[in-house]
């Protein structure tokens, strides 16, 4: 390839594509994800397609080939080309009698699709280091393309995108941040052109990635793809029900301006509020359809070490808005259901003996409540133990949440229902070959992680089908996050791990371990470039046949002998620890009660025991929301997976 000529090729262009209108031209145009500067997935052969007259021939015409095709009656037209290879930047010229469209800097070489949620979604600006990321991006070779949010409940045919950019330091900013350093680490090793079509949206789940035909297959969701059908093919009852929710939104948006408080009296009488758990969604405990305002009281004892003391009152997350009060004081507010509260409560306003606490929270969709973990929700002061505030509070839904009445269903243009984005941001380019799938999602299914075992292998299978390719396919395990336990105890994003490595065994399949960059109170980890290493080291080993260890060490075998357990590993070669002894391996017997254990390696092999469990029957490893600190490797520098050796009863598989 002629690097000079690319670097001549990607200067600045004004407009994504050039057009000479004539009569009727309205009507003639290529499908959007074809712009300037865009890369054509090399050694296949391919599509461009688009739209015009019914009846008028458009053809297109790029380096020695050309194709004259005429568009169908819906007026869609498909001009089909052999496989291309490396080269210099050539155009595309789609040209009709009357009409002409020129794409310039056109590039052959690997298309990588990027999806998922929010950390997909991480810019490099919004990722570490970010100036000087930006200042060294200049990587002519890397292109990327971002998808427009746009949900449906029925199949489009096209959808809005960012035009493709050529990396330079002006444009590398919003790019994805684990794509970017995903394909620097490809064009490194390969000094190939890597195409990044970033379609992702933070915050969702799964399933809202997965088509109707193979979403409607799985017993979980058959009736809700037959309502979103239902609806898809109903317009008027879309749209009605659609006013019905904004009338809602905008009466809840009136009913927020209410800043009055009147439950954080610490001497009102709650006598006759119901009971709820805490921490726990309110949807789990019998309140399904609330949307709006509801309080948390609580009373507690304090001794007399914490009179006119300063302390800290920690809850977790709280989905999504708080207002917390202490003893009828105002201490904290938070309104991102990501962010872990804590607040200072200053001196003076502690006491011994009773103390009360009072919580308006506000949720507007979705889940909503008080939803961390037991260990989050606490007080604090220096030199005393620590008060846990989980278990059972006062609970009571708002005079205003009375008065709006519950949320209208909604119509389905939301995200976070299935199939919408699958219809709306990976049908339009279903044509596009690509040379496989980088995915980072994950977070938001964590609750129900043992359906995800069934949604994701459902999911990689669905986009294979779809785009009619065998592509590869690789994810990033969930890194930890909250603040770590100090005792051992079930988890739901360890479930969620679990389902993800167990897809490995899907063909064709890979996994970046990142539970070793991971931060407690940010779900989203500023340390894209290892995630994006970790990813390219999958695609260089399996897709480009270079000798280097993609995978840290994975949980082989256990045998048990002589009150302890022998763990064997696969991609085991130098195992060692950082940073000390190994830490957060646990060790149970027949009571299932897990207690931390002691663990030694042994050439490539780990030995764990507990002076506190004499027969062991299982073994876990990182198995936390965050094992802060796991410090198992490879000689590879990558980090073990997460793993248990039972197969006991999780707590999200009955969800």
């Not at 090399?42 to 080939?65: C, H, Y």
């Not at 100036?131 to 045919?157: F, N």
């Not at 933070?202 to 399933?207: L, R, V």
């Not at 500023?526 to 260089?540: E, F, I, S």
Request: hydrophobic share 35%; charged share 25%.
């Amino acid at each position: 390839m002629n690097l000079k000529r690319v670097l001549i090729g990607c200067l600045p262009i004004i407009l994504l594509f050039v057009v000479s209108h004539a009569a009727h031209s309205e009507d003639f145009r290529v499908a959007n994800i074809f712009t300037d500067n865009m890369v054509l997935q090399r050694n296949q052969e391919f599509s461009i397609w688009g739209w015009g007259d019914a009846g008028t021939p458009v053809t297109v015409k790029l380096q020695n080939q050309s194709a004259t095709v005429s568009p169908d009656k819906q007026g869609r037209w498909e001009a089909k080309f052999k496989a291309i290879d490396l080269g210099d930047p050539f155009s595309i010229t789609i040209t009709t009698q009357q009409n002409s469209i020129e794409l310039q800097n056109v590039l052959a070489g690997d298309v990588w699709i990027c999806s998922g949620q929010s950390n997909m979604e991480w810019v490099v600006r919004q990722a570490g280091n970010p100036q000087q990321e930006i200042a060294k991006g200049d990587w002519p070779l890397i292109r990327h393309v971002r998808i427009d949010h746009v949900t449906s409940p029925s199949k489009l045919d096209d959808v809005n995108n960012s035009g493709w950019q050529v990396c330079s330091p002006e444009t590398v900013g919003n790019f994805s941040a684990v794509g970017y350093y995903f394909a620097r680490e490809l064009q490194r090793e390969l000094n190939v052109p890597i195409g990044l079509l970033h379609t992702s949206w933070g915050g969702t789940i799964i399933e809202t990635w997965i088509s109707p035909e193979s979403l409607k297959n799985h017993p979980d969701f058959r009736d809700a793809i037959s309502k979103i059908e239902s609806v898809a093919q109903n317009p008027k009852e879309q749209a009605a029900r659609a006013r019905q929710l904004d009338q809602w939104n905008r009466d809840f948006r009136k009913a927020l301006e209410d800043k009055s408080t009147p439950w954080k009296d610490p001497e009102m009488d709650d006598s006759d509020w119901t009971s709820i758990k805490a921490p726990g969604s309110w949807e789990s405990q019998g309140y399904q359809q609330l949307d709006g305002i509801a309080w948390y009281r609580r009373t507690i004892i304090l001794p007399d070490s914490w009179e006119a003391q300063p302390a800290s009152i920690s809850l977790g997350k709280i989905d999504d808005v708080d207002i917390t009060f202490v003893n009828g004081v105002k201490v904290g507010s938070v309104s991102d259901w990501t962010k872990l509260r804590k607040y200072e409560i200053p001196a003076n306003l502690l006491k011994a003996g009773k103390n009360s606490i009072a919580i308006r929270v506000t949720d507007q969709a979705g889940g909503g409540g008080i939803i961390g973990t037991p260990n989050d929700m606490r007080i604090d002061r220096t030199g005393e133990p620590p008060i846990s505030l989980a278990g059972t509070w006062k609970f009571k839904k708002s005079d205003l949440t009375k008065k709006l009445g519950e949320r209208p269903e909604q119509p389905f243009r939301g995200p976070n229902h299935p199939t919408l984005l699958s219809n709306a941001m990976v049908h339009p380019f279903l044509l596009v070959k690509a040379k496989g799938v980088i995915w980072y999602q994950g977070e938001s299914n964590a609750g129900r992680a043992y359906q995800y075992r069934s949604l994701m292998p459902l999911l990689i299978q669905d986009w294979r089908n779809r785009f009619g390719q065998d592509f590869s396919f690789y994810w990033v395990q969930l890194a930890n996050f909250t603040m770590p336990r100090d005792t051992p105890g079930d988890s739901q994003w360890a479930e969620l791990r679990e389902a993800q490595t167990m897809t490995l065994s899907v063909p064709k399949t890979g996994q970046a371990v990142i539970i070793d960059i991971g931060e407690a109170r940010d779900i989203h980890p500023k340390n894209k470039q290892d995630v994006g290493k970790r990813l390219a080291l999958n695609a260089l080993a399996k897709d480009y046949g270079k000798s280097v260890v993609y995978s840290g060490p994975m949980f082989k075998s256990v045998e048990f002998s002589e009150n302890r357990a022998i763990i064997d590993f696969d991609y085991a070669d130098g195992l060692k620890s950082k940073n000390g002894p190994l830490k957060h391996f646990q060790i149970a017997g027949n009571d299932k009660q897990f207690v931390w254990a002691d663990a030694k390696i042994d050439g490539n092999r780990v030995m764990v025991s507990s002076d506190s469990v004499k027969n062991p029957v299982a073994v876990r490893y990182a198995w936390a929301d965050n094992p802060e600190g796991c410090n198992l490797y490879n000689a590879a520098d990558l980090p073990a997976c997460p793993f248990r050796t039972d197969s006991w009863k999780g707590v999200t598989q009955t969800k």
